[in-house]
């Protein structure tokens, strides 16, 4: 199906339409950082220990990674348009719903629902962008998309942590009439004929998008539960990991005997899309497992309140917005392979100076490193983004779209579960290490406790302080590891661009058939 490209631009409203498509980007990401720092107060008010609240972050998660080849099935059933108006409309729902609710069960339901319409929204507005677009144009709409998707990570914190203040409830209220706003921009922007609809098939493979859910659900929830429950010496655990297993595994046998399945592992084990899809995905979910983890610390170890553990991510986002704009004029001018190196060593040498950390650490310094953070990741992600969506037909691009992010939401969701055990065991080591070389009658120890008893005063008291300062302590050596170990993967993960080329035609072209 083709239309006239003068036709559509004479038919399309553009500044309104690209607030209503990328603005509904940010709020999908917004939400994947702004609870962050919420889910103490969360916790607290519904009642349920911090572990189990952390399941707000992690359902969001799952949802959002399995929703995406869900975006790019869906867009050729409904259409671009009808797809990306009612993932809104079901995002804002959903929104409310979390921010009327008192109850635990229905405020996960309501972030699982999010999570799915955020995918939807997120690879719906690309592709709606992109198609207005000739393939050698491409990058600009998908730098607009990116300003967006960008900034969230350095606003959502610090944003989710002055209105926990507040009431963690409007975390979610505030979102409901800014996405009702965007409905209305693009219903009134762009006619129904302008974007094409793709109804190539009606199709839906119900039974690979059931097992994927449920391969991946339980592998994910092994994986934030294994810490809590000691791992493989518990029976869910191994439950758990046996689902998982056998899942993904008929998933796998499913998709090759299937002719549209749900996730194509022959797309995805293309070249260049596994490669770039292994180092997009790598270099970001050290990125976003760092802010987890350094806000846990900032909060435990420091004592820095929810804002003020935002602010210190904060700066990141302040020079995404200038570089994203100003990148895609010269992003041509070197090879793709290039940009995306020199992304991943600025990651690495920020996590370099991360490894420096300890319990006098100032608030400049970690913002500084979080800015430096802020260069490298418009540079990475479009050089990526760009190796992918380049020349793609527009008929391909929404369903290669969803099925990138999808690839690149697994390593990212199981990455963060990976980090935050791997920092509880590294803690636990520096703790025991301490605690083996700290004697209560010997000269360290009670040279501590006349340091803080001159604060405290004499008794029980210093005691518990000087304990305190003890696992803060072993919380810092933990995190600093690390930041040595990310530091480390990042120059790795460069080593990945001599598998595969920019210049050749690629299998990506010819294993879809949708």
């Known amino acids: 199906m083709t239309v006239d490209r003068t036709v559509q631009m004479a038919h399309v409203n553009y500044v309104p339409l690209l607030i209503g498509l990328c603005v509904p980007v940010f709020l999908a990401a917004f939400h994947s950082y702004s609870v962050s720092t919420a889910i103490t107060a969360i916790s607290g008010e519904i009642g349920v220990r911090r572990e189990i609240g952390i399941w707000l972050l992690t359902s969001y998660s799952i949802a959002h990674t399995i929703g995406f080849p869900l ?19 079901v995002f804002a729902l959903a929104s409310l719903l979390a921010g009327l609710t008192n109850s635990w069960n229905m405020l996960l339901l309501a972030r699982v629902i999010q999570g ?11 592709a709606i962008m992109t198609e207005q677009f000739s393939p050698e144009k ?45 409905f209305f921009l693009v219903l009134f922007s762009i006619e129904r004929s302008v974007v094409l609809e793709h109804r190539k098939s009606k199709t839906f493979d119900w039974v690979g998008a059931s097992i994927l859910a449920l391969g991946l659900g339980s592998l994910q929830i092994a994986m934030d539960r294994g810490q809590i429950d000691d ?8 439950f758990l990991c046996t689902v998982a297993a056998v899942m ?28 770039v899809s292994i180092m ?10 760092s802010f987890a983890i350094e806000a846990d610390w900032l909060q435990s170890a420091l004592g820095y309140p929810p804002v003020s553990a935002g602010l210190v991510i904060g700066p990141l986002g302040i020079f995404p917005p200038i570089l994203v704009l100003l990148f895609r004029y010269v992003i041509h001018k070197l090879d793709l392979r290039i940009w995306t190196v020199m992304g991943l060593l600025i990651f690495a040498i920020s996590f370099f100076l991360l490894s420096k950390i300890n319990l006098y650490s100032s608030f400049a310094y970690l913002c500084w490193v979080r800015v430096l953070q802020g260069i490298g990741i418009p540079i990475f ?134």
């Open 381 to 514: 992600t479009m050089a990526s983004s760009a190796i992918i969506y380049a020349q793609l037909p527009e008929v391909k691009l929404p369903y290669v779209a969803s099925m990138y992010s999808f690839s690149r939401g697994v390593i990212i969701s199981l990455t963060q579960s990976l980090v935050q055990t791997l920092w509880i065991h590294r803690t636990a080591f520096y703790q025991t290490r301490m605690a083996e070389r700290s004697d209560p009658s010997g000269i360290l120890m009670q040279s501590l406790l006349q340091e803080v008893e001159h604060v405290t005063g004499p008794g029980h008291q210093a005691v518990a302080v000087a304990n305190d300062l003890v696992v803060a302590q072993a919380q810092t050596l933990g995190l600093a590891d690390i930041y040595y170990l990310f530091a480390w993967v990042c120059v790795g993960l460069t080593f990945l661009v001599f598998f595969y080329n920019t210049r050749k035609k690629t299998a990506t072209h010819t294993v879809l058939n949708y």
């Open 71 to 89: 975006a790019g099935r869906l867009s050729y059933m409904l259409g671009l348009r009808h797809l990306f108006l009612l993932s809104v409309f």
């Open 116 to 126: 799915f319409s955020g995918a939807c929204v997120s690879g719906a507005s690309l």
């Open 248 to 275: 993904l595994t008929a998933l796998f046998i499913w998709d090759l005997y299937h002719s549209r399945p749900y996730v194509n592992f022959k797309l995805i084990s293309s070249d260049p899309f596994l490669y």
């Open 231 to 238: 791992w493989f010496r518990s029976k869910r655990i191994i």
């Open 138 to 182: 491409r990058i600009t709409p998908v730098a607009l998309w990116g300003l967006f998707t960008y900034v969230s990570p350095g606003i959502g914190p610090p944003i989710g942590g002055f209105l926990s203040n507040v009431h963690w409830h409007w975390i979610f209220l505030s979102t409901v009439p800014i996405a009702m706003m965007c």
């Open 280 to 289: 997009a995905g790598g270099g970001m979910a050290l990125i976003f497992s």
